[in-house]
């Protein structure tokens, strides 16, 4: 099976590429630094351009997408500007035009956070997009063209990443990258569709 992960750089990303390395996996990033491509989510010219040089995938993994955090009533036009392009437009229009690269029966898998279930002062933001994510792969999977399937993990916070979160989530217990790498397999090679696989302690 081709995968493409979009973020692979990332832990998310990491974790995700644990679950499905025994695939043939294609990795993109912003920047491109250590992956084989580089694609700028927040540009629909750019994504297709990867797509392009990819060709057809059997299924696409996005497990980027940046957020800013500050208090609700501090938050910018800027910031939720930043943070509804990246994760939630992001990721809409990667399959917006992934549709056309990914083979019949294929399938994408978002990434949204626990926050929009468990929330934490000053991620509203975030809380709020992966929220939409959440909300958009339940309902857009009914409109899925040639049985392409949509799924999104949504984890709570690594374990490899709770030096940086952990004091901005206390009372949260962190879970491995391998465990979130497991429901990305099973989002891929699995049936279902429309589901938010919720990867908590």
Request: charged share 20%; hydrophobic share 45%.
């Amino acid at each position: 099976m081709k995968i493409l992960i979009v973020g692979a750089n990332g832990l998310m990303g990491q974790a995700a590429l644990k679950g499905l390395a025994h695939h043939d996996v294609v990795t993109a990033s912003r920047s491109g630094s250590t992956c084989d491509h580089q694609v700028d989510i927040t540009n629909t010219a750019s994504i297709r351009a990867l797509f392009e040089k990819v060709g057809q995938v059997d299924a696409v993994i996005c497990a980027v997408g940046h957020c800013e955090y500050a208090p609700f009533v501090t938050m910018t036009d800027d910031q939720w500007r930043v943070t509804i392009e990246s994760k939630l437009l992001g990721q809409i229009n990667l399959v917006r035009v992934g549709c056309d690269y990914v083979a019949d029966c294929g399938s994408f898998t978002l990434i949204s956070g626990i926050l929009n279930i468990k929330p934490v002062p000053e991620a509203i933001a975030d809380a709020t997009t992966s929220g939409a994510i959440d909300t958009f792969v339940r309902c857009v999977a009914h409109e899925m063209p040639r049985g392409i399937r949509i799924n999104v993990v949504n984890p709570t916070v690594l374990e490899e990443a709770w030096d940086v979160y952990g004091a901005m989530m206390p009372g949260f217990e962190p879970v491995p990258g391998a465990l979130v790498g497991k429901a990305f397999q099973r989002s891929v090679e699995g049936f279902i569709s429309g589901e938010v696989l919720i990867v908590d302690a």
